[in-house]
C-alpha cells in the first residue's frame, strides 16, 4: 500500500503561482511513478504531469507544458507540482497518483492515462480567479 497527500493548494489570481505537494508514505520503494491530474464537475480527469521515480523522466499534458514543472525529491518521498502563469481554466481539483504495476519503462505511454496508476490521493483545489 502506498498513502498520498496533497497540499499547497488556494485561491490565486490569474497570471499567479502555486506549488503543489505530494507526499507519499508506506510502501514507497515500489513507486515506479507518480502523476498529478485534475478534474473539474462533470468532466473527465485530465492528465496534468508525471515523473518516474527511477530516472526521473518527465512527462506533461499539452495543456500545462510550459508552465508547470514536475520534480521529485526522492529522499523525502515527495513530488512537486511548480504551477506559473496560471489560467482560470487551471482551477480544478488536483490529484496525484502512484503507479506501482509494471511495465516501469520509460514510454510516456504507461504515465498519462489514469487507469495506469494504482494508489491516489484525497485531491487538493486550486482555484484561478480572473
Known amino acids: 500500500q502506498v498513502q498520498l497527500v496533497e497540499s499547497g493548494g488556494g485561491l490565486v489570481q490569474a497570471g499567479g503561482s502555486l506549488r503543489l505537494s505530494c507526499a507519499a508514505s508506506g510502501r514507497t520503494f515500489s513507486t515506479c511513478a507518480v502523476g498529478w491530474f485534475r478534474q473539474v464537475p462533470g468532466k473527465e480527469r485530465e492528465f496534468v504531469a508525471a515523473?518516474?521515480?527511477?530516472?526521473?523522466?518527465?512527462y506533461y499534458g499539452d495543456s500545462v507544458k510550459g508552465r508547470f514543472t514536475i520534480s521529485r525529491d526522492n529522499a523525502n518521498n515527495t513530488v512537486y507540482l511548480q504551477m506559473n502563469s496560471l489560467k482560470p481554466e487551471d482551477t480544478a481539483v488536483y490529484y496525484c497518483a502512484a503507479r506501482t504495476r509494471l511495465p516501469c519503462t520509460s514510454g510516456g505511454y504507461y504515465y498519462t492515462g489514469r487507469d495506469g496508476y494504482d494508489y491516489w490521493g484525497q485531491g487538493t483545489q486550486v482555484t484561478v480567479s480572473i
Open positions: 515523473v518516474r521515480w527511477s530516472g526521473g523522466n518527465t
